[in-house]
């Protein structure tokens, strides 16, 4: 219920502001710990039929020079100078026509050269289908994890990175400082994140969701590594956090996003080891562990056991 009213909030001013209005519940319940309040009465609850289909893709702006691309439920972000454009992740995988349909929106608002394609890591989700950057003469950028693991691959849809960035890049593009910043380990072992420190925002994938549990047993998962990972986005002076999947309602991300994510982490990290210590991993850790303060969030039905999971393999088997 409460996560389509999030969904319906994507779609028509009204019930965006009952999605803020329902978003800033969530993290008021979250605090007390108890479950998510309901729906005020007065709010339609409408049939999922009544849905209005989201367009299959869109762009948006997000400051003067920044804009993000959605295609599907996967995002990425570009940047707009005088001198090129940036732009990250070709979220074509399967799909070569969302690459396509990336460029031509990029082209409708600049006719700048495309210099760059910043991977944010190398699952293929987000950085398949790069062919017509590359062609349009953009360099390829990822961390130095990112191409050791991509060269032993060979995907066919995946374009080698052309430029490697271990601990920090810094570009300066057409006036528009733009710093490509490795934060640990996290959801993979070569997350670049992309800072840019006039607009104070932050393109962060996978490793920070929005409102959202971590995708199944969160495979390719560092642990304890992750949450370092945070508090070092933390420190970094952002205000708006671009995440690789729209938030509810397709909203950005926040710091107190990014914090609640640590909370999750640690309050299931916690509730792992307990069980982990009375012997009851995986399997009925996984069937019995509830986090009730996180249960609005995307996902948490379908993968919070899978999440399990993986915190049992670390405090049960050291893995
Ligand atoms: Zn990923």
Not at 65 to 79: A, D, K, P
Not at 152 to 172: G, Q
Request: hydrophobic share 40%; with cysteine.
């Amino acid at each position: 219920m409460l996560r389509f009213a999030l969904r319906v909030g994507f779609r028509t001013p009204c019930f965006y502001r009952l999605s803020l209005l329902v978003a800033m519940t969530v993290s008021v319940v979250a605090a007390s710990a108890q479950t998510p309040a309901p729906i005020p009465p007065s709010a339609p609850a409408p049939a999922p039929s009544a849905a209005v289909p989201v367009p299959p893709f869109a762009t948006t702006k997000v400051a003067d020079n920044v804009y993000v691309f959605r295609y599907g439920g996967h995002q990425s972000m570009f940047v707009v100078t005088p001198a090129g454009v940036l732009a990250t992740d070709p979220i074509a995988y399967q799909r070569p026509q969302a690459a396509q349909a990336y460029i031509d929106e990029i082209r409708k608002i600049t006719a700048a050269p495309i210099k760059y394609l910043v991977y944010s890591h190398h699952h293929y989700d987000h950085i398949a289908g790069g062919q017509p950057f590359k062609d349009a003469g953009a360099a390829v950028v990822a961390h130095r994890n990112a191409r050791t693991r991509l060269e032993a691959l060979k995907h066919p849809e995946v374009v080698l990175p052309d430029m490697i960035v271990d601990e920090r890049s810094t570009l300066d593009l057409g006036g528009t400082r733009i710093d490509l910043v490795f934060v640990g380990r996290n959801h993979s072992d070569n997350s670049l994140v992309v800072f840019l420190p006039r607009e104070k925002i932050l393109f962060a994938v996978d490793f920070i969701p929005i409102q959202a549990v971590m995708f199944r047993d969160m495979s390719d998962g560092y642990l304890p590594d992750w949450l370092d990972s945070i508090d070092r986005v933390l420190a970094l002076d952002w205000t708006t956090l671009i995440a690789g999947h729209p938030g509810p309602g397709g909203r950005m991300g926040t710091k107190d996003d990014a914090r609640a994510v640590r909370d999750y982490l640690t309050d299931l990290s916690n509730a792992t080891r307990e069980l982990a210590n009375q012997g009851k991993c995986y399997d009925e850790a996984m069937r019995t562990l509830k986090l009730p303060k996180y249960e609005s969030w995307s996902g948490y039905a379908q993968f919070l056991p899978g999440n399990v999971e993986r915190f049992c393999e670390y405090w049960a088997r050291g893995i």
